[in-house]
């Protein structure tokens, strides 16, 4: 069984995520953590149309473990997260996924199961421990947890930036649930707040759940022709952010990390400061975080609270913790949150301006792709690339502990690795000359493939 991707479990709920399967993801989560001596679980979902009917199973599956089930409704995974503090939390999403799809992801104590966590449950689900004796069966209650989360990231956001009451900022909420909380949140800090897609529809009517610079176009067009200094726009359940300026472009998500790390590192006292990303993260944002006086540690796309862990183990002190689009404020929680990185975005701009902020970020041109590779033949096309990409750039440095890294001698960078929800295999770039070196690389990809596929 192969159960959890890089974010949770996420699928069709034709054939993948069914009914059937919440059910038995509820058992085995609910006994799972009954051996850890917890109980209590919070529930809650984004706004899809198989929301209700997924989180009823899940529910029913807890319930029969002996778990007690607050639910909170419908709520941004950030929110749930929040609510899961000193307890564990199952929220049904598909983030960014198209509506025919929806997902399940775990917490414990405001943060994601690890990789060991979810392995011990997706072995439960295989084995289906079944259900407690009728006397032992757990209670539902309902909570609310959206006031005191949005009070919670009010409060946090005043730490940084500016008072934004001469900012207007336009929010795409793309018919999710980023709509009960980011609008409300930046108003509360004293913004001017215009919002688009702003009603909460699982068909996502107004635009695609993901928020690329595509599907953005009517907010990138509102904010072009208006009085707005700032866009905001969100995927189906507010963990992602993107930024777009007053000219309507999207700012590369890369900048959006540079200047939200160096602000946080800024901000703390940390003897070490460290910011952790991923391997496909640009370099500006090292720039920016050694300009600050920390340093940055990298983990596995997915990875990121793995790589929390390991970098506090190792004693140093975690001012942020990001992937692209995808933000982890660890002075607030250890929870990705794109409602806290919008509000602190906000206040940073109504301090310095967006033209102000990005100025010191060194853009260098960056580029990804994405090559078509059948998810059972990801592993066996990368052990080919491990050979295939440094023969085919023989002037650079290669590190292979998560894809394919090869660093060129004037410090730009090729990153090659597997998709972990789609079937692609990704290549990403950072340098100067980065069409070619994008072009090179997709035919090493496409031919590896290829030999791989027969």
Not at 101 to 124: C, H, M, P, W
């Amino acid at each position: 069984m192969d159960l959890f991707g890089t974010a949770g479990i996420r699928g069709d709920v034709r054939d993948r995520v069914t009914t059937d399967l919440a059910l038995r993801v509820g058992r085995a989560v609910g006994a799972h953590a009954h051996e850890a001596g917890d109980r209590e679980f919070v529930v809650g979902r984004d706004g899809r149309t198989t929301g209700p009917g997924l989180a009823a199973a899940v529910e029913s599956g807890l319930l029969a473990t002996g778990a007690d089930v607050r639910r909170v409704g419908r709520v941004p995974t950030p929110a749930l997260a929040y609510a899961s503090r000193g307890r564990r939390g199952v929220m049904l999403t598909a983030s960014h996924n198209p509506p025919t799809d929806n997902g399940i992801k775990l917490f414990v104590d405001g943060q994601e199961y690890g990789e060991t966590a979810e392995t011990a449950v997706e072995s439960r689900v295989a084995d289906d421990p079944g259900h407690a004796d009728w006397t032992a069966w757990g209670q539902r209650t309902e909570t609310e947890p959206l006031a005191a989360y949005r009070e919670a990231i009010r409060s946090y956001a005043e730490r940084f930036g500016a008072d934004p009451s001469e900012t207007t900022v336009a929010v795409d909420c793309g018919n999710g649930v980023a709509a009960r909380a980011t609008p409300q949140v930046l108003r509360a800090l004293g913004a001017n707040v215009v919002t688009l897609n702003a009603n909460v529809d699982g068909h996502f009517p107004g635009r695609e759940s993901k928020p690329t610079p595509e599907t953005l176009r009517d907010l990138r067009a509102f904010v072009a022709d208006g009085d707005a200094q700032l866009g905001i726009g969100h995927d189906g359940d507010a963990d992602r952010i993107v930024i777009v300026d007053g000219d309507g472009e999207v700012v590369h998500e890369d900048t959006v990390l540079a200047i939200l790390a160096e602000a946080y590192v800024r901000a703390q006292e940390f003897a070490d400061p460290v910011v952790v990303t991923t391997p496909n993260a640009s370099g500006r944002i090292d720039e920016r975080v050694a300009a600050a006086g920390g340093r940055v540690e990298r983990v596995a796309l997915g990875y990121l609270h793995d790589g929390i862990t390991a970098a506090r183990e190792a004693g140093g002190d975690v001012a942020f913790a990001a992937e692209p689009w995808k933000h982890v404020h660890t002075a607030l929680g250890d929870w990705i949150d794109g409602v806290a990185s919008a509000a602190v975005f906000t206040r940073l701009v109504a301090e310095t301006g967006l033209d102000g902020l990005r100025e010191p970020v060194t853009e260098r041109p960056y580029r990804k792709e994405s090559v078509d590779c059948p998810d059972d033949a990801k592993r066996a096309a990368m052990e080919r690339l491990e050979t295939a990409l440094p023969a085919a750039f023989p002037e650079t440095d290669a590190e292979t502990e998560y894809g394919v890294r090869l660093t060129f001698p004037d410090e730009s960078w090729l990153l090659v690795r597997p998709s972990g929800t789609e079937p692609y295999v990704r290549v990403y770039a950072e340098s100067d000359e980065v069409d070619r070196v994008v072009a090179e690389a997709v035919e090493t990809v496409r031919e590896t493939v290829e030999t791989t596929t027969g």
